[in-house]
């Protein structure tokens, strides 16, 4: 199987910075994606990771290392409606290239 | 522009019913997504077509769940008979550039089965 592994839940207070990690199998990895998706609400896409290294984007960067198979989401300067679930994502290639979706991050922001 | 479109957005009906969810995508996206989301599972993927064609449909079910896409604006997930552990949150998504691209996902339709 092609397992993602993410925290189920994380607490955080407004103003701080919070790391999601993720984990997957590396065997037919393709780049890696994160999606935000807040209750009710559709996922939106956040980022994408094909190289090793840190992608920044306001706010919000990513992280990948491909020989360990391990990404984080990293979120500066918390706000309340950064509350959302955190999904990490990987595409894997094969005979079809394929998102398979991590079970997703509930992040909880506090005041 | 509009977003992905999907209807209905809710949908309650009784185990062994047919249920038949619809989407739009984003005009000029080839890809086209269906997934299905549970808090056990996750977001899985279903199926998805490129230019209206199913590539890859390793993902439905079993045989009660079925797909077409007739058009590049149009398609169809259909569950028949309907079961309750098929309850779950449907969502389509489109994209430019199939499973590497980014994909835009609808508001999604919430299935419920009695």
């Known amino acids: 199987g092609q397992n993602i592994d993410q925290p189920t839940e994380m607490t955080a207070t407004e103003g701080a910075i919070v790391q999601i990690n993720c984990t997957y199998q590396?065997?037919?990895?393709?780049?890696l994606f994160w999606y935000q998706q807040h209750a009710g609400e559709a996922p939106t896409f956040l980022s994408y990771?094909?190289?090793?290294g840190l992608e920044e984007k306001g706010r919000f960067s990513s992280f990948l290392s491909r020989s360990k198979g391990y990404s984080y989401l990293l979120l500066k300067e918390l706000q309340m409606k950064d509350s959302a679930s955190y999904l990490c994502?990987?595409?894997?290639?094969?005979?079809?290239?394929?998102?398979?979706f991590g079970t997703g991050t509930l992040l909880a922001v506090q005041p | 522009d509009a977003g992905v479109i999907q209807s209905p957005r809710h949908e309650v009906t009784e185990m062994g019913q047919e249920v038949t969810l619809r989407c739009k995508p984003i005009?000029?996206?080839?890809?086209l997504f269906w997934y299905r989301q549970t808090m056990m599972r996750g977001l899985e993927l279903l199926i998805y077509?490129?230019?209206?064609?199913?590539?890859?449909d390793s993902g439905m079910p079993e045989d009660r769940f079925s797909a077409k896409m007739p058009n590049a604006s149009f398609s169809t997930l259909k569950i028949q008979p309907s079961e309750p552990r098929d309850s779950a949150v449907y969502f389509c998504?489109?994209?430019?550039?199939?499973?590497?691209?980014?994909?835009?996902f609808g508001p999604g339709t919430r299935l419920t089965v009695l």
């Open positions: 590396t065997s037919g990895f393709n780049g």
């Open positions: 998504a489109s994209a430019t550039q199939g499973a590497v691209d980014t994909q835009y």
């Open positions: 005009s000029g996206h080839d890809y």
């Open positions: 077509f490129n230019n209206n064609v199913p590539i890859d």
């Open positions: 994502a990987v595409l894997y290639g094969g005979a079809t290239n394929k998102l398979i």
């Open positions: 990771n094909v190289l090793d």
